[in-house]
């Protein structure tokens, strides 16, 4: 660690050397601490799959399933020699739609298939029943990511610009003749704009709660009288559907204007366009990299994936569950997954002291809150369960006579109907929302449950090989940060189990409120040299990580050997991040979590423990006056 550098940019002073020299990969917008443990298990899981290549029969029945879908992937020459035609019957199915009418005919397989429309229905847990899934309807997502980039008329130009010329190189590489390229994009961009009055911005997707707004039936059949979304509904889940839960209240009120004859050409060239980016990855490699120039060009990445890796990923995530239950099996032990089961006890018991000794807490929210924690579900390494829909899969191959368009359209129906038979049954809250193989956690409000990959319990957040510190100020922050999610401005609207519920105290939910509010203005508008945190954006992310590390210490503290440096530098070193400017830009308006920089410095800065470790004084950049400190959990 620089100690020169310590009391004015404690990330730069742990990370400063590893920053200089790291080096971001072509195909990627940044490389960090979480990007460095993926990319070793990528190495490991690419290995694998070439040898299982070779003896595909020695394996489990759905990892055979695997390989038969990466020996299609990996074989270009086919691809190439198979152009744009496996494209054509969705091209064809979407230019015989000459009316809403049609649309409403065909959208029932469009669903099914996964192909691009306006709005989609998806089955998801009910909030105010967590034991039940209900139906959700949300518009399609805008072109640029978020609906600021829009409102910076210069910002908007020079992304609608990136956007045009490279979906045009797409659209010719289809075939598409340019005048009626420039029609399509025209006519796209047009419907588009429709989108952007009626889209939640970022910050208003942050607080997840307003997502949840029951219509009723008869609501939604006088708000959508050119399109049948309850007939749709009903076909889809195969029942009578009595409400759906709308995403957005602006979308269903302006369904109709948007929705509408008048406006069919411009929607139906919207799904040409949107389709022919979705499925780009399905062609020719020349396809493939031109789909995925925009995105690239928005992050700032500079090269595609190679052939090999893309071959890999495109088989990877659609089996990713199998693989990742493999790789948890064979890579994460029983000794570890003890050792880590353990800690996160020791900190659900930690997080369950400091609510007893909360200050601002009444005794009736206390006991609800202990009750929450009591009843949390803790899920390490790997799922007891996958998703049954794997066993359905049936991969026929070329030789079959089949395509990578044909095979994602059969395995899209086959999930996509296992989801819609899900509806008003209890769900399993076995399943995980990720493969034990992703460098991740997360708390499902809804399940009150956290989860621990195997693949992110490695150094620097977990070894066996480092001090109980590190592992406090890694993995163990990480925990508590889960943990603390159950308590942070959404998470705290859920109770023991996961139903919406107002479990809270009046007093007691606006000191939380304003305590809240707090952390909003702690973060929001502090400079990262990249530009200013959105504190209203970060809110939640913010409020885990504070208390998280405030958990995590205390149960570092519990040991004798505890050691406040190498605490307090692990949790710098987990964050440690190299990117481009444009991503991390991108990220200042997309992401929940607070920027890497600030993660590591103002959540240290506002623990006194920090301050008065290393002696931070009111004349150093970490000082922050411990009467401005936000202390939630």
């Not at 990627?28 to 290549?53: C, D, R, Y």
């Not at 199915?93 to 809403?100: A, C, R």
């Not at 890999?312 to 099996?329: H, K």
């Not at 034990?436 to 449950?449: E, H, L």
């Amino acid at each position: 660690m620089n100690s020169e550098l310590l009391k004015k940019n404690f990330y730069e002073a742990v990370n400063g050397k590893w920053i200089e020299k790291a080096v971001i990969p072509g195909d990627q917008p940044a490389v960090s601490t979480f990007l460095e443990l993926h990319l070793g298990i990528e190495k490991t899981l690419m290995n694998l799959t070439k040898k299982w290549e070779k003896v595909p029969s020695d394996l489990p029945v759905n990892l055979q399933k695997f390989i038969a879908l990466y020996r299609m992937t990996k074989e270009y020459t086919k691809r190439e020699e198979l152009g744009t035609t496996p494209f054509e019957p969705i091209l064809q199915s979407i230019q015989n739609v000459t009316s809403l009418d049609d649309l409403h005919n065909m959208y029932k397989q469009f669903s099914l298939e996964s192909i691009a429309t306006p709005f989609t229905f998806d089955v998801n847990q009910d909030f105010l029943n967590s034991n039940n899934q209900i139906l959700y309807f949300s518009a399609a997502n805008l072109f640029l990511p978020d609906t600021s980039y829009y409102q910076d008329e210069a910002k908007k130009a020079q992304l609608i610009g990136l956007f045009t010329a490279t979906t045009t190189q797409l659209l010719s590489l289809y075939g598409f003749e340019q005048d009626e390229v420039d029609r399509l994009l025209t006519e796209a961009l047009a419907f588009d704009e429709l989108l952007v009055p009626v889209t939640k911005s970022s910050v208003e997707k942050a607080d997840y709660v307003k997502m949840y707004n029951p219509v009723s039936k008869a609501e939604i059949q006088k708000l959508s009288t050119h399109f049948d979304l309850i007939k749709q509904a009903e076909a889809l889940v195969q029942q009578p559907v009595d409400q759906l839960i709308v995403t957005n209240l602006d979308f269903i009120h302006a369904f109709d204007d948007i929705i509408c004859e008048d406006n069919f050409n411009i929607i139906k060239s919207w799904m040409i366009v949107s389709n022919a980016i979705k499925f780009a990855n399905d062609l020719t490699d020349e396809i493939r990299i031109a789909g995925g120039a925009f995105r690239r060009g928005l992050s700032g990445i500079k090269e595609a994936q190679s052939k090999e890796k893309f071959a890999f990923y495109q088989a990877y995530n659609r089996f990713d569950q199998v693989v990742g239950l493999y790789y948890g099996e064979t890579y994460f032990g029983p000794v570890a997954k003890g050792d880590v089961k353990t800690m996160v006890h020791e900190i659900i018991g930690i997080y369950q002291e400091r609510i007893s000794d909360n200050t601002w807490l009444n005794k009736e929210t206390k006991e609800k809150a202990i009750r929450k924690l009591s009843t949390l579900s803790v899920h390490v390494g790997y799922p007891d369960e996958l998703p049954p829909y794997y066993d359905q899969f049936d991969i026929k191959g070329y030789d079959q006579g089949s395509d990578l368009v044909q095979e994602r359209l059969s395995m899209d129906r086959i999930v996509n109907q296992y989801q819609f038979d899900q509806y008003h049954k209890e769900p399993n809250k076995n399943l995980w929302f990720m493969p034990a193989s992703m460098v991740n956690a997360y708390y499902n409000p809804s399940n009150n449950q956290i989860v621990f990959p195997a693949a992110i319990l490695q150094q620097p957040y977990y070894s066996i090989d480092q001090s109980k510190s590190e592992n406090y100020g890694g993995v163990g922050a990480v925990m508590a940060h889960e943990i603390s999610h159950a308590f942070d401005n959404n998470g705290a609207k859920f109770d023991e189990t996961g139903s919406l519920f107002n479990w809270w105290t009046d007093q007691d939910l606006e000191a939380f409120n304003n305590r809240a509010k707090d952390m909003i203005a702690l973060f929001d508008g502090v400079e990262t040299g990249y530009g200013p945190c959105n504190g209203e954006l970060t809110v939640s992310e913010n409020i885990a990580d504070s208390g998280g590390l405030r958990c995590a210490l205390e149960a570092s503290k519990k040991n004798s050997d505890h050691n406040y440096d190498e605490f307090f530098q692990n949790w710098a070193r987990c964050w440690r991040m190299k990117a481009s400017l444009e991503f991390k830009q991108l990220l200042l308006k997309i992401d929940v979590h607070g920027p890497a920089i600030l993660r590591a410095n103002l959540q240290l800065s506002n623990m006194p423990e920090f301050q008065d470790f290393y002696k931070i004084t009111k004349d150093d950049e970490m000082y922050l006056d411990k009467d401005k400190m936000v202390s939630i959990w």
